[in-house]
């Protein structure tokens, strides 16, 4: 029995009240419960009782906020997998290794220049800055969508680790502001902040395209 514009709604306000926030992952469920319901369903009598079935099915205990955790794990670790074949994809490409391999030696030139060393790490990280700032007031759906939010958090590492890389050290008295020694840091985080982005754009692309199609159902 096929559904109406209404009750497909009402199974979307249901996913809303249950924890579903995110519209891709609501998108995925509402498929999978319409289908199941379409299947089941004998007569609009029926109708609620079937999607509260659906929805134990799906694994709703009150909510799906367990179900989203999972979710949660599960596309991170995918994203975490992406980033490794992005990695291996970029650097099998000779003109990503001779771009990386100029830096590196612009690097190893200047490397007793603490000045041009900071200048640049600075002008890497403003540069980064101001794509983020972007990235979050023109990607407005980002923190809307699980997978969006997920690679958002990938961009992120790079700056996490560039933190762990210049104030970890400190603890231990060693000192982090050697030229030689941001040269280095430089030379891993680059690269991190390049393939993150890359990668949120990519997915930006990606589900912005799903995102428009929905608006115009």
């Known amino acids: 029995m096929k559904l109406t514009k209404q009750q497909i709604q ?3 306000n249901r996913l809303k ?3 579903v926030k995110y519209w891709d992952i609501r998108i995925e469920m509402l498929d999978h419960i319409v289908t199941d319901v379409e299947n089941n369903l004998e007569n609009e009598i029926e109708f609620e009782k079937m999607v509260q079935s659906s929805f ?4 709703w205990k009150g909510s799906f906020e367990m179900i989203i955790e999972i979710k949660y794990i599960e596309i991170r670790k995918s994203y975490n997998k992406l980033l490794r074949n992005e990695f291996r994809a970029i650097f099998k490409s000779f003109k990503t ?3 990386f391999g100029l830096f590196i030696l612009f690097c190893s030139i200047f490397s007793d220049n603490l ?5 640049i790490m600075l002008s890497s990280i403003a540069c980064f800055s101001v794509l983020l700032i972007f990235s979050l007031i023109n990607y407005k759906k980002v923190f809307k969508s699980l997978h969006l939010f997920c690679s958002f958090a ?6 996490t680790i560039l933190n762990a890389l210049l104030y970890v050290p400190k603890f231990f008295n060693v000192d982090t502001s050697p030229s030689n020694y941001l040269a280095v840091i430089m030379a891993i985080i680059l690269p991190l902040m390049v393939v993150g982005y890359k990668i949120f754009y990519k997915k930006h692309v990606e589900y912005n395209s799903v995102y428009q199609k ?3 159902l």
């Open 115 to 119: 000045r041009m060393i900071k200048l």
């Open 56 to 59: 134990v099915k799906l694994g």
């Open 214 to 216: 929905l608006i115009r």
């Open 17 to 19: 009240l249950s924890g």
């Open 97 to 99: 290794i001779l771009v």
């Open 10 to 12: 009402f199974i979307d």
């Open 154 to 159: 990938l961009i992120g590492s790079s700056i």
